[in-house]
């Protein structure tokens, strides 16, 4: 005998037991299963812009990225600079510049902050700083998520 567990609406099981080729009669009564689940639907918290991106970490697990260990000044200063940039960000080349690091040491910096996210308890997927390559200029262009940027703004910005 095999057990399996899904979660999600009932659409959305249906469409995974069809996926892993369990017959319909089977998929009836593991919907019907899911709709005695201990949680009803009205107590079930509603989802918000911030959950809704699976790419996105939360506002609390990004306050745990910068706190579990202490920043030193130049990520301190990093986070700063990717925050002030706003929307529109700011493009890697520019951010080692205004950090007087060369690209290799800019690199490693990075590298070193995505051990501190990779190693952050509670951290599964998901991503700290949204990202995109400028084609045009040949390096990645940086910026923060509403989640992490009030992250920053909460443990770099205002304890500066």
Known sequence: ????LLEGDPDEV???LQNLGVSSATSSAALSLSSTDSEKPEERSESTEEDSDP???TTPLAR????????KPMPKQMLTIIYE???KGILGTNLAKKLGYSSAQFRGMMGAFGRRIA???GYSKGYFFS???DYDKGTYRYWLSGPVR???RIEVIQKN
């Open 131 to 133: 990202y995109e390559w």
């Open 55 to 57: 790419g996105l970490i």
């Open 14 to 16: 249906t469409k995974a």
């Open 150 to 152: 009030e992250a920053v």
């Open 64 to 71: 745990k990225v910068i706190t579990r260990i202490p920043l």
């Open 85 to 87: 940039a706003g929307e």
């Open 1 to 4: 005998m095999r057990a399996l």
């Open 119 to 121: 190693n952050t308890p």
